[in-house]
């Protein structure tokens, strides 16, 4: 998306889309988040329970499938066996099987999920945006920076940012399962709204870093590799 065919990024067009997520994260604390979730979210459905509805357990499902430890350990696991095997393959060569993963499908794929999950990680906790469980119970919606708590840390959505990198970076490196991986990145997107884990504005901005981040990602290797 900010990506050229040459792999050089644009820049100008990653800072308009900042811009614009930083405007709908403002229109989204100021209210359009909670006029948004209560459309979205369904009241009886979210992660923390079981629900008799097919679409509820779907999309439960697929955050489990999905989910940020889902894709850490997949992407990690696929970087360890090809590594291995390339190795294996030569003889025990270790060396050989550095210089193959460097520029394999799987090593970018690692690098742009893993760059994505620790940037959201380190954002969530100096923001410290409570989830709309609160909401729903409470009814309070607030700030709590540099808080750990599972519960304070909703900005921005691990999963998106995790699913958007890894599936957009798929898309990239498979341009025919384009209109797949993106589908499937938006549905998860949604997904974690209508179970009652982030806001709109939480998952726009995993979003948004998981797309950046698989641009950089191929950018930067892409120029490492061809060296």
């Known amino acids: 998306m900010f990506i050229r065919q040459d792999n050089t990024l644009k820049w100008k067009w990653i800072g308009v889309g900042a811009i614009i997520v930083l405007a709908f994260v403002v229109a989204g604390v100021l209210g359009l988040d909670k006029f948004l979730y209560q459309i979205i979210h ?4 979210n992660v923390w329970t079981q629900s008799e509805s097919l679409l509820c357990s779907g999309a439960i499902g697929i955050d489990k499938i999905f989910s940020t430890k889902m894709w850490l350990i997949a992407s990690f696991v696929a970087v360890v066996v090809f590594f291995v095997y390339k190795a294996i393959k030569n003889e025990n060569d270790f060396r050989y099987a550095f210089v193959k993963i460097k520029n394999s499908y799987v090593f970018y794929v690692f690098c742009s999920v893993w760059a994505a999950v620790l940037t959201t990680g380190v954002l969530k906790v100096l923001i410290g945006r409570t989830r709309p469980v609160l909401f729903d119970a409470l009814g309070k919606t607030d700030f709590e920076p540099f808080v750990f708590d599972f519960v304070f840390n909703s900005m921005p959505s691990g999963h998106c940012a995790a699913s958007f990198a890894g599936l957009v970076m798929l898309g990239m490196l498979f341009p ?39 641009d950089i990602t191929k950018s930067v290797l892409k120029k490492i590799n061809s060296k």
């Open 42 to 45: 369904r009241a009886d459905c």
């Open 176 to 214: 025919r399962m384009k209109w797949l991986t993106w589908t499937l990145a938006i549905i998860i997107a949604i997904s974690r709204v209508y179970v009652g884990a982030h806001w709109p504005s939480d998952v726009l901005v995993g979003a948004f870093i998981g797309m950046v981040f698989a």
